[in-house]
């Protein structure tokens, strides 16, 4: 799929109060925010000045808030439903974590590189491990001892380090122009259509 040019990118250098760690999806199992949240609730006294930020309906959104309320999250992980102005959103945050099991083409996950932020995906999940290149414009997680823990790792090692956000942000963003432009994505199906 071809993926639009942003026409802004997220700041990450910019000094905040609060940053945001994003998530975009469908709130049901195969997007798998309950993982999410679950590793965010390990690294959330570590890091106060950092929430988390889930947007997307679902039939798992009563079973979501309840593990928000549960770990007492209630001021520091948000799930806000749908919204028209996404882009925004991506703008106005630092991180964007795709906890999916599987996915065919990641669209959140290649709109967050567009938009220059660091992407953080499982290493096991189609469609994200083709968009994301481990070390290069995000991190890949490889499960070695449970998702929930191995994922807390990788987001210690990103919100810890601003140059490492800002050099993942750049080159994804620079990988979304240079392999799905629209103008790159259109000829590589006319040539598929033409060799049918």
């Not at 997307?56 to 928000?68: D, F, H, I, P, Y």
């Not at 491990?129 to 990788?154: F, H």
């Amino acid at each position: 799929n071809p993926v639009a040019p942003a026409s802004e990118n997220a700041n990450l250098s910019y000094p905040k109060e609060i940053y945001r760690i994003l998530n975009v999806g469908r709130l049901t199992h195969q997007k798998d925010q309950l993982t999410l949240i679950r590793a965010f609730s390990n690294i959330a006294a570590i890091f106060p000045n950092w929430n988390l930020y889930i947007y997307g309906e679902g039939v798992l959104r009563s079973r979501l808030e309840s593990e928000v309320k549960g770990l007492k999250l209630e001021k520091r992980v948000f799930l806000p439903g749908c919204v028209k102005n996404i882009y925004k959103h991506y703008l106005q945050s630092d991180l964007f974590v795709m906890s999916s099991l599987y996915e065919a083409f990641g669209l959140a996950t290649a709109e967050a590189m567009s938009f220059g932020l660091p992407v953080i995906g499982f290493a096991d999940c189609p469609g994200t491990n083709e968009l994301i290149v481990d070390g290069k414009n995000g991190r890949l997680v490889e499960v070695v001892n449970d998702r929930v823990s191995d994922l807390a790792g990788c987001l210690t090692e990103l919100v810890s380090n601003l140059d490492q956000r800002e050099n993942f942000g750049s080159n994804g963003r620079q990988l979304m122009q240079n392999q799905y432009s629209e103008k790159i994505v259109t000829q590589s199906w006319e040539i598929f259509l033409r060799n049918l």
